[in-house]
């Protein structure tokens, strides 16, 4: 027996048993467009079988299959490592990216902005008027610091180095903006 | 007010505030205006160590004073990639040194490590002192280290006395 037809006969058998599989035949067809896809498409070709699938049975069909196809061929296993995000019951909800869409999952607080990058601001004046420089922590346990020219300095997390005071709400946008803390 | 008042008026509020475990410093322009000028970092940053040490040896107060000179941040550790004060002067960033008082025998890289947290990744190398005119009496080091918020390698030059 050929890889391939070995591959379908196992497909067959893995969705025969699963609680969702809805008949060999489709089944085996996903598993062949996973098997032949990255050969003739790559990685983004699985995703597109994926999403070729007809309904959310079919794409549980398809995930169980890549998943016993990790041993396969190093191109299977890509097939595998592809994100399904199954929204709903409808093929038009099921959004496959082969991971490289960044919307996917839950939504991830701002990156923040690197010291260098908020000093230049500063410099451009593109920040409050009322910052005197963004400062890089110096010791491994401190934290970077926002100084204000009133003579307080506060950390990346919000706390107080030296001084304290409310914050004009045009320094909580701008620190918000990039990816700070606000003092609590 | 003088340079000896302003370090003094700093030395006595961290000290009584909780400002030393906080890591409060002392920015050398907040010492002298004039100091600001990036020129004047180095000649500026060594009277302030100067006075801090007097002061702390003068009042008997058992304490380590640092001196930290930051230096532009990297993508990777750099070692000790500077040979004499023209040298170093160039890799400041823009931020003027600044004085840091601890606790005895407390070095600033480890100080104020929070328990149960995993270690951050710290390069730690001695460097000449004398690159800087001064004496064996002050331990001189360059710390590179990278945060788990950054993906900098961030570059500290201290001396500590």
């Known amino acids: 027996m050929d890889k391939a037809a070995d591959f379908v006969a196992r497909g067959k058998r893995l969705v025969q048993d699963h609680p969702y599989a809805t008949g060999g035949l489709i089944v085996g067809g996903v598993a062949l467009g996973i098997w032949f896809a990255p050969i003739v498409l790559g990685g983004g070709g699985a995703a597109a079988v994926a999403v070729g699938a007809t309904g959310g049975e079919a794409t549980v069909a398809a995930t169980a299959v890549s998943a016993s196809a990790v041993s396969q061929t190093a191109a299977a296993a890509a097939a595998a490592t592809m994100v399904l995000s199954v929204s709903g019951d409808s093929a038009g909800e099921i959004r496959s990216d082969g991971g490289n869409n960044k919307d996917n999952g839950p939504k991830k607080p701002a990156k923040s902005s690197t010291t260098g990058n908020m000093q230049k601001q500063v410099e451009r004046n593109q920040a409050p008027k009322s910052i005197e420089r963004v400062d890089n922590a110096r010791t491994p346990y401190e934290k970077d610091q926002v100084h204000f020219k009133d003579g307080s300095a506060m950390n990346k997390d919000g706390s107080w180095k030296h001084g304290g005071r409310a914050l004009t709400n045009a320094e909580k946008e701008w620190l918000t903006k990039n990816g700070w803390e606000l003092p609590k | ?161």
């Open chain 2, 1 to 161: 007010m003088s340079h000896e008042d302003a370090v003094h008026s700093w030395m006595t509020a961290i000290s009584q505030d909780g400002g030393v475990g906080r890591l409060d410093d002392l920015h050398i322009d907040r010492i002298d205006h004039a100091w600001k000028t990036r020129e004047l970092w180095i000649a500026g940053g060594l009277e302030a160590f100067r006075i801090a040490t007097a002061l702390r040896d003068k009042n008997k107060l058992p304490a380590a004073v640092a001196l930290a000179f930051s230096l532009v941040a990297g993508d990777k550790p750099l070692g000790v990639d500077f040979k004499n004060t023209t040298e170093l002067q160039t890799r400041f960033d823009w931020s003027p040194p600044s004085l840091y008082l601890l606790p005895p025998g407390e070095k600033p890289w480890t100080f104020g490590a929070p328990k149960g947290v995993p270690p951050i990744e710290i390069t730690e190398q001695s460097v000449d002192s004398s690159i800087l005119g001064i004496g064996l009496t002050v331990r001189c080091h360059l710390i590179e280290f990278k945060q788990a918020d950054s993906g900098e390698f961030k570059r500290t030059l201290f001396l500590i006395s």
